[in-house]
């Protein structure tokens, strides 16, 4: 009865909580976005040098979700989970700078891109999306005022101990005006906090230096050392330099559906003309005052800075490696959306005010309306593009259909199948297992019948080799497994060994000794 006497107590919880959750619609949205682009991962098994991980439980990371054994939809669920928030979190500082239709488009740029596949999908290269996810904690915690803002100091080391890719993030926090840095009132009301800001970033700087000379000390990369060029982390300086950064560019702005027929982790001219397209845009854009203002030298020094680390591996040209400098790009393309999107006001600058703080005049309702709907075209578009090539990355079919061309599914779906095989034959304990393939080699007669399919190892048998990590994959599912071994030729073993024959695809079949032999002669009468 008291409730409807007091209409002050009973009408405005239901509209306040209706336009919270509206404000919050497009962070829901860029998270939603980039989980829905990359869910195909989950129903993937664990691939190559995940079982290395899994086996050595190195890191907190492994150490924590070691309980959870083989279920890799869990770890596959973290990662995916894990993206979304980065992607949420890049929208969430990107709309400290620009306005919210720009921020959405910019953070979903980040969240649906397709040159993230590998990192989404692949357990092992979690530590690129832990990184970059405490990258951005430090990032925000590094704008707030008073003490708080000193935590971004521990969470700076947190994402350099997850991966270094963000060892020169703190430089790019110098420039002015970029990611520490709102507009309008906000900026304002900022100005008092220069100095305190300046000794986080010094804070933040040594501890980059400090973490460097670490990994100088410890050879990281053969830096001291210097690797021979054939080495698998040779690092050092030449034209492959130039070659990484004009394909890294290349992927950023020419990875499209239509454009794009190939997903290998190599150098590709073709992309160069991409990346000559975009240097030469952002370059240009140092001509509009606007986007000088908006921070346009601060997204571009973020993705390059980011990208430095990798830029010298000679031999190591991953798409994944454009997870943490993505975010620049991001930037940039949020500074172009919110020119395109929010009209410059027309008033003289205040006293005392710079003519370069890029003051916008407040949109009209129509103007918004305008803005959120390219917004809601060009995202849609965005996550169109990510889903449709994700999927076709993903599905790929390799010279044998029951294959796939990308490797980190290929191999997921191999030791699946081995998993499979293995669980439904009840291993003896301490067993020997034989792997040996002779459909392989029949099938790459048929495929080559030049080959010398007894001499030489083929491919096939060699796929399902690296899948399974030269047998250690197979030690880790099944810890009562004594010693893996592969034969490529037949040789005879012990009566209480167990032949594991596989095909191409990974799909085994116990025999004891004594069986195999059988077939053998079997075979040999026919």
Known sequence: MLRGTMPD???RSRPFQVSRLVSHAPLLAVMACAAFVFRGSLPYFFSSDDFVALARARGFYYTLMRPIGLNAVAYHLVSLLAHASCAGLLFVLLSRRFSAPASTLGALFFGTHPALYTAVYWVTSFGE??????????????????????????LFTLSLLSKEVTLFLPAALWISPGWLDGRGPFAAAEAGARGRRMRVCIALSVAALAYLALWIWSDAFGIRT???????????????????????????TGMLLPTTRRFEDVAEPDQWPWAAAVFALWLAGFLSARLRASGWLAGGATFALLLAPVLGLRNHTYHYYLYAPLIGAAWCLAALADAAFQPRAAAQPRAGEKRSTGRLAPASGARQ????????????????NGALL???IENMPFVDERLRADPIVDRAR???RVYDGLSAA????????????????????????EADVIGKETYWERNVRAALQDGLAV???????????????????????????YDPDGTVSVETPARVDSMLRAAAAR
Request: glycine content about 6%; hydrophobic content about 50%.
């Open 414 to 416: 191999i030791a699946r």
């Open 369 to 384: 309306a305008m803005a959120w709907g390219l917004t809601l075209c060009a995202g849609t578009l965005l996550v169109s």
């Open 226 to 252: 210097q690797l021979g060029p054939s080495a698998a982390y040779a690092t050092g300086t030449g034209r492959h330099v130039l070659d990484n950064a004009a394909t890294y560019i290349g992927w950023t």
């Open 426 to 449: 009840s291993l003896p304990a301490r067993a020997h297992i034989v792997f040996w393939s002779p459909s392989s080699m029949r099938y790459e007669r048929r495929l080559h019948p």
């Open 129 to 154: 999306i832990l990184s970059l996810l405490f990258a951005l904690l430090c990032i925000a915690w590094a704008a707030r005022p008073g003490v708080l803002a000193w935590t971004s100091v521990p």
């Open 475 to 501: 030690r880790v599912m099944f810890p009562h497994v004594d010693t893996v071994e592969f034969q490529h030729a037949y040789r005879p073993v012990e009566a209480g060994a167990r032949f594991a024959l």
């Open 390 to 392: 994700v999927r076709k």
């Open 9 to 11: 107590t009973g009408t």
